[in-house]
């Protein structure tokens, strides 16, 4: 028997065990994870082996607190054969890509003319372009052709840099040269700038220089072979090349930023006039290619790898441009692939899925349904506010923000190591701070500027693509010279997630967190804040973080710390590090550096939502138990490797344990001995703010 998890969770969740032992039990219910996941999942039931699981042994909640919680249900989820991964984020997606499937279905089926620029029209005739896979084979690379023949056709440096430079202004296509994005500037937060691009390393440093990922390497480059052979080269040319860009690769990769530097504004924020842009780019005519990207009226330009950006330079150099024009044309393939044709979709979808560990396809139907809501991913989160959003939840989560901003504010007043004059900026960030919930108040322009161009019009996926691309850029280019727009968005009201954005000191939860296991409007307030409300204080609390400390109340990027402050804050930060470099999954350490930020933000969350439960034991019990419940997961083994290498959370189990061995009130609540595996002796324990 296979169902939908949720729908079955979701009927039954807010029960609360107690067992015998005087010991107040946890309380199952679930949360939250950043990452969705892949495909559906199914729920195996399996009466008949239920007997031996009594007999198993069950996990002790004073050794592993989250398999204690989760056993039950990571006993009934199983892994579909399309699926990386699962996770209650993964699910409430999943749900929610359903009804948006309802509504494509219903409209492609429709004999109906829509509205030319309506949202159902650009639906259906998107949906019609992708799903017509006669007209993509047909297509072939038909748009893109004499775009990919500018490149293919140079015979110098300066001829190749100058068609990289056109298709990035016009497209956006970046490879090595020529990417930029114009964003808030990161010290003068009510200003935009210009951010000029590393290169696309393809699979990237973290796989390249890792020979624990080899395995995966070999992975892709049998799809950069197959995907190059299909473009029209031999076997051995194929081959050939692979090995060409896998040096140039490693090249570029080891002069460039680690993931983990590239979160840190003091080593990616490089402010660059013309003139110095020049002086680093000695082989490039920069007031040219500045022209053609249309973003030559800017004063200054931020280098975000200025290292990396030194190695481009001196490989932009006559002997090189074979293999470059090979790498920028394989770059352009591998960002159109799953738009173009059968067999380049086809390459691409298993590239995805071997580099996830998933063994089987979604139907074609599926993939269809999932690229017709990411074409138009406004226009679906337009239908999706209409259909489920509640003004009720709204304020009722507006209030928890408020008490849990008010927790965060005597947190702070009672840190020793604070300042008066230090804490009182802080208070005043938490004052000052935005807080945007369910949908943005005005739609996107980018969302009226896409138009749909039917097929029976003369359009075609690819076309449709390409346009997609052009209205990114325009709408980008629109902010230029000007003043940032506080109310803009950066995640669609369908997302199930929220994000903490330093620049703008604000929070923002989109409508589709407003629902169980995150929050029952009708639960119990610490059900709720073990919920919703731990994953407000986790965002709250991303404002203090290693990053977010760095920003004052404005979102300027802004020391506002004393030396000594910032002494202790950084010694706090590294017995994080440290104490989470003690955990290991899948035979890998978690790197304690890469995620401590959001390890930070875990931990003060846990603080602030136990000092306002404070000696409420059922409660507390209630809510530890709600947020390990919130972050059941399930991976396969090459999926974990890739979030241990490249995710900035930590694995959500280690999420879990490692916040609550360092939580007092988890002591106090349970009976943990020194010998329990959730022990962790009382000056061991971490976090910012105690
Ligand atoms: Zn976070």
């Keep these: 028997m296979k169902k939908r998890i949720a ?144 490149i293919r056709n140079t015979t110098t440096i300066d001829e190749y840099v100058n068609a990289l430079a056109s298709l990035s202004g016009e497209f956006g296509f970046s490879s090595i040269v020529g990417g930029y994005y114009i964003d808030q500037d990161m010290a003068d937060s009510s200003m935009n700038s210009v951010y000029l691009m590393h290169a696309d390393t393809l699979i990237g440093k973290e796989y390249l220089e890792n020979p624990q990922m080899q395995e995966y390497v070999d992975v892709y480059y049998t799809y950069m072979r197959d995907m190059l052979e299909e473009f029209g080269m031999s076997q051995e040319e194929a081959a050939d090349t692979v090995s060409e860009i896998d040096i140039l690769l490693r090249d570029i990769c080891s002069s460039s930023l680690s993931m983990e530097e590239y979160y840190d504004p003091s080593v990616t924020y490089n402010v660059f006039t013309k003139e110095e842009l020049q002086e680093l780019y000695t082989n490039v005519d920069v007031e040219k290619m500045l022209k053609t990207l249309r973003i030559d009226s800017a004063d200054s330009y931020i280098v975000l790898d200025v290292g990396q950006a030194k190695k481009i330079n001196e490989l932009l150099v006559d002997e090189n441009l074979e ?138 996926l690819l076309s449709n693509m390409l346009v997609n691309m052009q209205v990114s850029i325009e709408d ?42 995150f929050y029952d409007p009708k639960g119990d ?85 136990t000092s306002i439960l404070s000696e409420d034991g059922e409660g507390l019990a209630k809510a530890f138990s709600q947020l390990a419940y919130i972050w059941a997961s399930e991976e396969t083994v090459a999926y974990q490797m890739y979030l241990l290498s490249n995710d900035t959370h930590a694995p959500n189990k280690v999420r879990v344990n490692a916040v609550l061995s360092s939580c007092d009130a988890f002591y106090d609540v349970y009976d943990i001995e020194e010998s329990d595996g959730m022990y962790v002796a009382p000056e061991d324990r971490v976090g910012v703010w105690k």
């Design 323 to 460: 293999v470059l024009k090979d790498f920028s044309s394989f770059v352009m393939l591998n960002d159109v692939a799953e738009y173009s044709t059968e067999e380049y979709a086809r390459l691409a979808d298993d590239l995805d899925r071997q580099m996830h560990g998933v063994t089987s396809r979604l139907s074609d139907e599926d993939i269809w349904m999932n690229l017709t809501q990411d074409m138009l991913s406004w226009d679906f989160g337009k239908i999706y506010v209409e259909k489920y959003f509640s003004e009720e939840s709204k304020a009722d989560v507006e209030a928890m923000i408020e008490k849990i901003k008010e927790a965060y504010k005597d947190i702070i007043r009672n840190q020793e190591w604070m300042s008066e004059a230090t804490k009182e900026k802080a208070i005043r960030k938490l004052d000052t701070m935005q807080v945007k919930i369910g949908y943005p108040d005005e739609w996107p322009d980018s969302m009226e500027m896409m138009q749909v161009t039917p097929i029976s019009e003369g359009g075609s």
């Design 525 to 609: 307030e610490a059900s709720n804040l073990g919920g919703i409300g731990y994953v407000i204080a986790h965002e709250i609390s991303h404002a203090f973080d290693s990053n977010g400390a760095l920003y004052d109340e404005y979102g300027n990027y802004n020391v506002w710390w004393t030396q000594e402050e910032l002494q202790k804050y950084k010694e706090l930060s590294q017995s994080i590090v440290d104490y989470y470099g003690n955990y290991e999954v899948a035979g890998m350490k978690v790197d304690g550096s890469l995620t401590l930020s959001e390890n930070i933000a875990d931990l003060g969350a846990m603080t602030c939502i």
């Design 7 to 150: 729908a079955l969770l979701l009927a039954g969740v807010m029960t609360v065990q107690l067992t015998g032992c005087g010991v107040l039990s946890p309380l199952v219910t679930f949360i939250t994870n950043m990452k969705s996941s892949v495909g559906e999942l199914q729920l195996e039931m399996e009466e008949e082996e239920s007997d031996a699981k009594v007999n198993a042994e069950k996990k002790r909640y004073q050794d592993d607190f989250y398999e204690y919680i989760n056993e039950d249900i990571l006993d009934m989820v199983e892994l579909g054969d399309t699926d990386a991964q699962w996770t209650w984020f993964g699910e409430l997606m999943a749900v929610a890509d359903q009804d948006m499937d309802e509504i494509i279905q219903e409209l492609s089926q429709s004999e109906k003319v829509y509205p030319k620029g309506s949202s159902e029209q650009k639906i259906k005739d998107m949906y019609e372009c992708i799903s017509n896979m006669e007209n993509r084979n047909a297509t072939g690379l038909g748009p893109l052709q004499p775009h990919m023949d500018t």
């Design 476 to 517: 980008n280019l629109q902010d230029l010279n000007r003043e940032v727009d506080r109310t803009a968005w950066s995640m669609t009201p369908q997302t199930v997630n929220a994000y903490y954005n330093p620049g703008n000191n604000e929070i923002v939860f989109p409508a589709a967190i407003l629902q169980q296991p």
